[in-house]
């Protein structure tokens, strides 16, 4: 019954507004030494790519136009060479707040627990010095989570947090954390950490939030670990009432891959979507509204 009474808001949601959003791919490329790629990050005109390679990693990029172009710049995620966040999943940054990196290891065998924990680390002496030795500042077990753990900056009532939410077909979640409280924790069960949260629907591999129009993306695959699905929820709305109110649902049929990351890259009518395949790994697409 819960069930379809969260299907028929959702459904109801989408018939109030469905904007026509399109998001079409321009151009498919494959950008290497990413191993599968796990996400992108969009920060003051520079790209940031991760994933997981011989160690977790993250690679900087700048923009040729609209194409991007490696700028000979990485880091691993390692500490005493030892591979940490060895499957990063989500990479929360915003301005001068805590940084936040997510690591999502899925279980050894059927029906075991997802390893799911968040780092908060030194941004910027991360790429001084090139790997997390001396800049992990904090490890925080996300026990709160249901299926691994994908940081990302929201804003609601004029205050940030930590959103992160769920992989799998059952329970999904979207949950707000306190950064301060976050930051200090070991964890997210913790008294105080865990702010708001809401229902959603499956196979959410990252988020991406537009803070100019409240609206947060749950980069989704149509089912587990193939094609392409961005969900566009008004957060205020889903906060408010416990389930996501879906704006719009944009499925990208032609491709079968596996989506990982998206973001937009310094406005709404470009972006650019990333996978975990050996090739077109990188698509930048047009976003029309």
Same mark, same amino acid.
Request: proline fraction near 3%; hydrophobic fraction near 35%.
């Given at each position: 019954?819960?069930?379809?009474?969260?299907?028929?808001?959702?459904?109801?949601?989408?018939?109030?507004?469905?904007?026509?959003?399109?998001?079409?791919?321009?151009?498919?490329?494959?950008?290497?030494?990413?191993?599968?790629?796990?996400?992108?990050?969009?920060?003051?005109?520079?790209?940031?790519?991760?994933?997981?390679?011989?160690?977790?990693?993250?690679?900087?990029?700048?923009?040729?136009?609209?194409?991007?172009?490696?700028?000979?710049?990485?880091?691993?995620?390692?500490?005493?060479?030892?591979?940490?966040?060895?499957?990063?999943?989500?990479?929360?940054?915003?301005? !001068?707040?805590?940084?936040?990196?997510?690591? !999502?290891?899925?279980?050894?065998?059927?029906?075991?627990?997802?390893?799911?924990?968040?780092?908060?680390?030194?941004?910027?002496?991360?790429?001084?010095?090139?790997?997390?030795?001396?800049?992990?500042?904090?490890?925080?077990?996300?026990?709160?989570?249901?299926?691994?753990?994908?940081?990302?900056?929201? !804003?609601?009532?004029?205050?940030?947090?930590?959103?992160?939410?769920?992989?799998?077909?059952?329970?999904?979640?979207?949950?707000?954390?306190?950064?301060?409280?976050?930051?200090?924790?070991?964890?997210? !069960?913790?008294?105080?950490?865990?702010?708001?949260?809401?229902?959603?629907?499956?196979?959410?591999?990252?988020?991406?939030?537009?803070?100019?129009?409240?609206?947060?993306?749950?980069?989704?695959?149509?089912?587990?670990?193939?094609?392409?699905?961005?969900?566009?929820?008004?957060?205020?709305?889903?906060?408010?009432?416990?389930?996501?109110?879906?704006?719009?649902?944009?499925?990208?049929?032609?491709?079968?891959?596996?989506?990982?990351?998206?973001?937009?890259?310094?406005?709404?009518?470009?972006?650019?979507?990333?996978?975990?395949?050996?090739?077109?790994?990188?698509?930048?697409?047009?976003?029309?509204?």
């Amino acid at each position: 019954m819960k069930i379809l009474i969260f299907t028929v808001n959702i459904l109801i949601a989408t018939l109030l507004f469905t904007p026509d959003i399109r998001m079409d791919i321009k151009k498919e490329t494959t950008i290497d030494s990413l191993g599968a790629c796990q996400g992108i990050s969009y920060q003051h005109g520079k790209a940031f790519l991760y994933g997981d390679r011989e160690a977790g990693m993250i690679r900087q990029f700048s923009f040729n136009k609209d194409t991007l172009v490696y700028d000979r710049r990485q880091c691993k995620l390692t500490v005493d060479d030892k591979n940490v966040i060895n499957h990063p999943t989500g990479l929360a940054y915003h301005g !001068s707040q805590p940084v936040f990196m997510g690591n !999502s290891v899925k279980p050894d065998h059927p029906g075991g627990s997802w390893k799911a924990m968040i780092y908060y680390i030194n941004w910027n002496g991360l790429w001084k010095t090139g790997t997390l030795d001396g800049n992990l500042i904090k490890t925080i077990e996300d026990d709160a989570c249901i299926q691994g753990t994908r940081p990302e900056y929201v !804003s609601y009532k004029y205050k940030w947090y930590v959103a992160t939410a769920d992989y799998g077909n059952h329970g999904n979640e979207v949950r707000l954390y306190d950064p301060e409280r976050l930051k200090n924790c070991s964890k997210t !069960s913790e008294a105080g950490v865990l702010y708001k949260k809401f229902t959603c629907t499956p196979w959410v591999q990252n988020l991406y939030y537009m803070a100019d129009k409240g609206i947060l993306v749950l980069i989704q695959n149509q089912t587990e670990g193939r094609k392409w699905q961005f969900t566009y929820v008004d957060l205020e709305k889903s906060i408010e009432t416990g389930q996501q109110q879906v704006i719009k649902v944009v499925d990208v049929n032609e491709r079968n891959d596996e989506l990982e990351g998206f973001a937009f890259t310094g406005n709404a009518q470009k972006g650019i979507a990333v996978t975990s395949s050996r090739k077109n790994n990188v698509n930048y697409m047009n976003i029309g509204w």
